[in-house]
């Protein structure tokens, strides 16, 4: 079976795209070969007039297979660039071909038109097929996208995407496509010129045939093969280009801090191609993509937030039992977590108990999704239909009964042993015998969680992060007697809402807290040393971090931050870190002085009367007045990044972690590890194990034993080994 088949129909070649046993067409180098086979044999046929593109599925297409990349480097020996070039030109070659359509090089004439027909969602290369076409036809499916999200996996649009679209509308206009990754939906895509028409469903291979039918030589000609042809906006070296060019590059920078590569080469490739004729300038192009495939950051961003990210949604640490799919999910405590956790349940039609002690409370979280609907409906992104929808699948109620016929629930009550002990006890009593119980907790062990259960093997830890509608990730964590069928039903759970779970065995803080935690710490700690907290603050963000330490404490709260610590010390005895004792006390005076963080509108940060941040809080220097020596940048940076990549092998080397790929996805995804690293298993490949080793001591006798080099890592040291050579993965430089 191919991917690509081709019918005619009344003087139109109708090329259809449908890659057998994939619900999503993905392109592949073989499958290009065969559009290009069918595009000659239409071409050659003196019986068509012109050509339709089009799916065979509800969607276009997801983009290409990046599995193809990881296959040409492999097998491409010691010129892994040359291959990834010549690939990417193969690519642009077949593109052209459909865009000049057999056309007069010289007179541009004689060329038959090609139409793409897209019934749904559309990106990646899919788009960039569509705008090698002359015309592009979008469904108006309120479902769909369109867009060229590639620069979100650290790559760009590298298929004559970036040049084409950019010479369509201009650097400034293009930005929002190509530099944010943004997929927009059929009207949006319209005035974006994405598509030039949206029509209805059912009229969508009608339309493309009209204009096939209707094309003239003047329709097919695209806008930089005419003589005469001007980059909209203006060129780099026009009075506008050059403001638009030189904004871009501010934006670039102060977007990205230069952790990206990918955002630097795609602006490099419009700035360098502008300059030149547009075959000129796909080469340009090409050789921008191919120095992105080969930076080991971009790689490792490919492997985690494409290949690991996609094998742990499908399931790859899921216990060998049968479907699990949840039908009716009972949610205990309508506070924040448990009205969020009911809404991203509710929208993926799953029936919703929302029990809390009162009505009133109950109802609030209630009150939660429906506003958040009614913003949808101001966005246009939903409906009034759709809202009563959604909030007839959910029951507020105080009626422990009503959880009687659920198949799991979810308990999101307060934060203490007792409490949830009472409502474990409490609901067991009324549940049925095959229903499994989930607590979502940050920081309370499940093993001791469960001792209130009586059917211990269907209790199970289920971490959602705040605001569950926005985050990603589910941590799910295993008790000492946690079974099978309660961890595969909490995957097939976070798998129905469209979240990406991870797996963890049960210890204090789990995975994600277990390294956030000390990132906050040594942020306060450096504070205590005398350390400007602007310059802790600016090394995280140069890092690629989305918030530095001390923004982050504001905003889970200081007084959270000490109710943990005196949690932890109550817990560990004479065990806890005597080098804490500095962060505790900065953090309590803070919290004595009513400085609570974002929400009491005063911390780390100063805010004015609406809760917005106004700058650092200069009264820090009158707490530790900063030191006349400040360290330098790396030292900072090196601190921060160290004292969280090393507990996340101190929880591979001690089993919490079983699967370095939830490591990596789970820290960008859960508390926006350094994306650009691809993780901090990632990075530690980058940098070496045996300078990880080697700079782990220098940092502990420099500042403490929680820099102390874990016996895993320095083994691999010793051997020269990588964590992704070592545990049966790929090398970053294999995976993209």
């Not at 340009?284 to 742990?312: C, G, H, Y």
């Amino acid at each position: 079976m191919t991917d690509f088949t081709m019918q005619t129909d009344d003087g139109v070649a109708i090329i259809t795209w449908d890659v057998p046993g994939k619900s999503m067409n993905v392109m592949t180098g073989d499958a290009f070969q065969e559009l290009e086979r069918l595009v000659d044999a239409a071409l050659a046929d003196d019986g068509v007039q012109g050509i339709i593109i089009t799916s065979g599925k509800r969607d276009f297409a997801g983009g290409m297979d990046l599995n193809v990349l990881a296959t040409i480097r492999a097998e491409a020996g010691e010129a892994p660039a040359q291959a990834l070039f010549d690939f990417t030109m193969e690519g642009h070659r077949i593109l052209r071909k459909i865009e000049r359509a057999g056309m007069d090089p010289k007179t541009l004439k004689g060329g038959k038109p090609v139409v793409c027909a897209i019934p749904g969602t559309c990106a990646g290369i899919g788009t960039e097929l569509a705008l090698g076409c002359h015309h592009r036809i979008m469904a108006d499916n309120t479902k769909a996208k369109i867009g060229l999200p590639e620069i979100l996996l650290g790559l760009f649009p590298g298929g004559g995407g970036t040049t084409r679209y950019s010479r369509m509308v201009g650097a400034m206009q293009a930005a929002p496509v190509l530099l944010e990754g943004k997929m927009l939906d059929p009207k949006r895509a319209k005035s974006a010129q994405l598509v030039d028409e949206v029509v209805p469903a059912d009229e969508l291979m009608s339309a493309a045939r009209a204009w096939v039918l209707a094309a003239k030589d003047a329709d097919i000609v695209k806008p930089w093969d005419q003589k005469g042809w001007k980059m909209p906006g203006g060129e780099p070296y026009h009075p506008a280009g050059f403001m638009t060019f030189v904004g871009a590059s501010a934006m670039i920078n102060h977007q990205t801090q230069g952790v990206y590569p990918a955002a630097k080469a795609l602006l490099s490739a419009i700035y360098e191609g502008a300059q030149v004729p547009f075959d000129t300038a796909l080469r340009i192009e090409a050789r921008w993509f191919t120095s992105v495939l080969m930076d080991p950051s971009s790689s490792a961003m490919i492997r985690s937030l494409f290949v690991n990210k996609q094998a742990l949604e499908k399931g790859a640490n899921r216990p060998d039992v049968p479907d699990q799919t949840v039908r009716k999910v009972g949610v205990l405590g309508a506070g924040m977590m448990g009205a969020g956790i009911a809404l991203v349940s509710a929208q993926s039609g799953i029936e919703v108990v929302l029990l809390d002690q009162s009505q009133d409370a109950a109802d609030r979280g209630k009150a939660y999704v429906a506003d958040y609907a009614d913003k949808g409906i101001k966005r246009g992104k939903a409906t009034p239909e759709k809202k009563e929808a959604l909030l007839g699948l959910i029951t507020s109620t105080t009626e422990v009964e009503s959880l009687s016929d659920c198949d799991l629930i979810v308990e999101a009550v307060f934060e203490d042993m007792a409490v949830k002990a009472e409502i474990t006890r409490r609901v067991e009593a009324v549940i049925g015998e095959d229903c499994i119980f989930a607590t979502n907790t940050s920081t309370l062990p499940i093993t001791d969680l469960a001792r209130a259960s009586s059917r211990p093997d269907q209790f199970i830890g289920i971490h959602f992060f705040s605001p569950v509608e926005k985050m990603a990730l589910v941590e799910i964590i295993k008790g000492a007697a946690t079974g099978d069928r309660a961890v595969a039903k909490a995957l097939d759970f976070v798998r129905q809402i469209r979240k990406t779970p991870i797996v963890v065995h049960d210890a204090r803080f789990f995975y994600a807290n277990r390294c956030i935690i000390p990132y906050l710490n040594e942020g306060a700690r450096m504070v205590t040393e005398g350390v400007a907290p602007a310059l802790i603050e600016n090394a995280a963000r140069l890092l690629g971090f989305p918030l530095g330490p001390l923004q982050l404490i504001d905003e889970t709260s200081i007084d959270l931050g000490i109710k943990i610590s005196k949690a932890t010390r109550a817990a560990m005895g004479d065990a806890y870190p005597a080098d804490m004792a500095p962060v505790d006390a900065l953090m309590e005076r803070m919290a004595e002085d009513g400085r609570l963080g974002r929400k009491a509108k005063a911390g780390f940060y100063a805010y004015d009367d609406a809760g917005k941040r106004t700058g650092l809080w200069e009264g820090v220097a009158a707490l530790h007045p900063r030191s006349a020596d400040q360290p330098d940048l790396l030292e900072v940076q090196h601190r921060l990044m160290f004292v969280q990549v090393l507990e996340a092998v101190r929880a591979l080397e001690e089993d919490v972690l079983t699967d370095i790929r939830e490591g990596d996805v789970g820290a960008i995804l859960g508390w926006g590890f350094a994306p650009w690293s691809g993780g901090p298993f990632s990075w530690l490949d980058m940098i070496g194990s045996p300078y990880a080793a080697a700079r782990a001591e220098e940092l502990a006798s420099a500042h403490g034993p929680r820099f102390a080099c874990p016996d895993l890592l320095a083994e691999m040291a010793g051997k020269g080994q990588s964590f992704y050579g070592r545990f049966g993965i790929p090398d970053a430089a294999d995976a993209a």
